[in-house]
């Protein structure tokens, strides 16, 4: 029986997250190579529970670690097949030629199969593929050549580890700056939506920003200084409406930092509102206690709703003498005209014909 001890884990434990790392990445690669050619969908679960159970029962006899072969894939893909039976042909073929003809291809140079295999290999490469990466996106172009060169310079095991690895900075990098735009109705558009155009005029008191991402512990500092940036540009804009449709979602961390937001455009006069907040943040931000400092009543599901109900809380002081005119609940405020104080104070010219009179 074998020997399962913690010290003997403990030395296993590094080289198969490897294999298992190497493993499922390479099946999951050659499924969607194949799948993209073919126009078949790929569940990555399935893939993945299929993988660990193969290897699960393998292991009671010995076996190697199973995955899928780019080389055999390719081959069958190519022969024209469609369904799983091919693979057990496939199998069953090969055991066959294990038993009976391996004795003949004992003598088979090994240069001779490394053609065979690299001649099916350069099969399945989809150039036209690898060029639209390398002119569509600099991060996937940067994981596309990080990994091939991985591949010819590193272990193949540890290469694919690198190509992961990449993803998954470039991934973190990404979510960790998520776009924070401002939104202005739109008079050019129909329904006056919302736009980002920075030519549009605003309402002094009254701003609208837009998250596109998750609001996580990697995120947090990068929209906390955007916010920050947005209130020292106009300081009498003390009303922030979040467009929260775009948030993927968020934890412990951006909850705190979007209470804090709230609690510090209270003391400065104004309120912090959230426009189609998904219900999982909404829930996480109650059972911590965030919404309290939000104020649920400052949670809409309509931008109708949450531009009257925000509206009647501006300073009305501010909204006569207002020139912008942006809502339709503007419309309803009357106008008051500002008059120069030093044009109001000189006296008007007299008449052109008592001029002359006094003249004459």
């Known amino acids: 029986s074998p020997d399962l001890n913690f010290n003997m884990i403990k030395e296993l434990a590094p080289a198969a997250l490897a294999v298992t790392l190497f493993a499922l990445t390479e099946a999951m690669s050659i499924s969607r190579s194949l799948a993209a ?3 078949d969908l790929v569940d990555g679960n399935q893939e993945f529970i299929g993988q660990g159970l193969s290897n699960i029962f ?5 076996s190697y670690v199973a995955t899928g072969s780019f080389n055999r894939s390719g081959i069958n893909y190519e022969a024209g097949a469609k369904t799983p039976m091919a693979a057990i042909i496939a199998g069953l073929l090969l055991m066959i030629i294990v038993l009976f003809v391996a004795p003949l291809l004992a003598h088979l140079p090994n240069a001779a199969m490394a053609g065979i295999l690299f001649l099916v290999a350069y099969g399945i490469v989809d150039f036209s593929h690898i060029k ?12 596309l050549w990080g990994t091939f060169l991985a591949t010819l310079f590193l272990a193949l095991d540890f290469a694919i580890m690198l190509g992961v690895f990449l993803s998954l900075v470039i991934y973190l990098h990404r979510a960790s700056r998520p776009r924070v735009r401002v939104r202005v109705p739109d008079p050019r558009l129909p329904k006056q939506r ?25 995120a947090v500092n990068y929209v906390a200084e955007r916010l920050r940036v947005i209130a020292k ?3 009498t804009q003390k009303h922030l409406l979040i467009m929260a449709r775009t948030i993927s979602f968020i934890d412990v ?10 609690r510090l455009r209270r003391e400065a ?3 912090l509102y959230f426009h189609q907040l998904h219900e999982s943040a909404r829930e996480l931000l109650e059972r911590g206690g965030y919404l309290q400092d939000v104020g649920e009543e400052n949670c809409f599901d309509t931008k109708g709703e949450a531009i009257s109900e925000i509206f009647q809380r501006l300073d009305r002081g501010i909204c006569v003498r207002c020139d912008k005119r942006i809502f339709n609940e503007c419309r309803a405020v009357p106008k008051v ?4 104080e030093e044009s109001a104070q000189e006296p008007a010219p007299a008449p052109l014909g008592e001029g002359l009179e006094t003249a004459g």
């Open 194 to 218: 919302f736009n980002t155009d920075p030519s549009l005029p605003e309402c002094p008191q009254f701003k609208m920003v837009r998250i596109d991402g998750p609001v996580f512990f990697g």
């Open 337 to 340: 005209e500002i008059v120069d």
């Open 253 to 262: 961390a951006g909850a705190e930092m979007l209470a804090r937001e709230a």
């Open 233 to 235: 540009h106009n300081s």
């Open 37 to 39: 050619r073919s126009g």
């Open 269 to 271: 006069g104004g309120q």
């Open 132 to 143: 639209k990466i390398l002119h569509a996106s600099r991060s996937d172009s940067m994981v």
């Open 58 to 62: 393998g292991s009671f006899f010995s």
